[in-house]
């Protein structure tokens, strides 16, 4: 592939995982690429990844570990950028 390509669409991973999780570095865009990935994956060929994760148990607890680290990163980065309301 073309390295200018490869650059642009690092760039556009990094904004992703800054927007996500309000974290750009290398380590946690690598956690967001293959969290969209498996998150992709799974809904578009469940069958593949339930029998990579029945023949994969570690591998299974790791990615489930993944997503709950997202989420919760998520939850809180959302928490921070919204202003609280006053009731």
């Known amino acids: 592939m073309d390295q200018a390509f490869m650059d642009q669409f690092d760039g556009l991973l990094a ?44 591998a299974k607890a790791a990615v489930r570990a993944l997503f709950e680290e997202v989420k919760q990163l998520n939850e809180a980065h959302r928490a921070k950028a919204k202003p609280k309301q006053e009731p």
């Open 15 to 58: 904004k992703y995982a800054e927007l996500l999780v309000g974290d750009d570095s290398p380590e946690q865009v690598e956690k967001i690429k293959i969290w969209a990935l498996y998150n992709h994956m799974h809904k578009t060929m469940p069958n593949l990844t339930q029998h990579w994760t029945a023949s994969q148990p570690e």
